[in-house]
């Protein structure tokens, strides 16, 4: 007759629920993969399809009670864990929104907003091209799956049960700098052409005082913006794969933060 102990049952709850913890905390902060568009449930069943597949190639943890307060203490360590990796991405993507906003401002685009279901609010109609075409780059490089494959890699560098440095969660902060600096060189073409042609525009208003300002200026600036947005299409996945590159280099820099000191 099959037995089990109470031992056993905890490694079992434990090895299961600690892991999933910090795969879900992933799935609720990664890019695409957090998109509220998607279904909670739908979210939730990935979760556990990705444990499943990664759970058995796992370290052994540490025999703990299921019990304890400390149990409770390290499950948080794991979610936060799974949330710092998929928000320190997401950084990089808030880059092209913040440059897709400065775009569309620059536009006169700022007043046609739409529900963006990445975010969760509004944001300009620019703002969620650019992220549309970001996250199609991003699946077609398999982006998705490597950062599962980190987050898996994470369990060597980060085992369950070891302690973390507290020092290193300033590394999110540094790049949360970076996101507005990318953001502004990202739009930073547009945005001076765009500049360039409302001086013509004042020139040209101060030259002939009778020119309607309104009605030509809008007209204007909306075409030489999307002329040169659909001139620099071309560099766009250029551009976006090596965002991803340095969105991955921080991951690891934080990650690799984390983990104690030998």
């Not at 980060?158 to 502004?184: C, D, K, N, Q």
Request: aromatic letters at 8%; zero cysteines.
């Amino acid at each position: 007759m099959l037995s089990v102990t109470a031992a056993q049952l905890d490694a079992w709850v434990l090895s299961l629920m600690l892991p999933l913890a910090r795969i879900l905390g992933l799935m609720a902060s990664a890019p695409l993969l957090s998109n509220r568009g998607v279904p909670a449930r739908i979210r939730l069943a990935i979760g556990l399809a990705v444990g499943m597949a990664v759970i058995p190639a796992l370290p052994d943890i540490p025999p703990m009670p299921a019990d304890s307060w400390m149990v409770l203490g390290i499950l948080a360590q794991q979610a936060l864990i799974g949330v710092a990796v998929g928000f320190t991405m997401r950084l990089f993507f808030a880059a092209i929104d913040l440059a897709g906003e400065m775009i569309g401002l620059q536009m006169g685009l700022s007043f046609a907003v739409f529900f963006s279901p990445q975010t969760g609010g509004q944001s300009s109609v620019i703002a969620e091209f650019l992220n549309l075409l970001t996250l199609l780059v991003f699946l077609a490089l398999n982006g998705h799956l490597m950062l599962i494959q980190v987050l898996v890699m994470s369990f060597e560098w980060l085992p369950i049960g070891e302690a973390t440095r507290s020092e290193a969660w300033l590394v999110i902060v540094r790049h949360a700098s970076v996101m507005f600096s990318l953001g502004v060189l990202l739009s930073l073409p547009i945005v001076a052409a765009l500049l360039i042609t409302n001086i013509a525009l004042g020139v040209l208003t101060r030259a002939a005082p009778q020119l309607n300002l309104f009605a030509v200026g809008f007209p204007v600036t909306l075409s030489v913006g999307f002329l040169i947005l659909f001139v620099s299409l071309s560099m766009f996945a250029p551009m976006a794969q090596l965002l991803f590159e340095r969105g991955f280099e921080a991951v690891d820099l934080m990650l690799k933060a984390l983990a104690p000191t030998p």
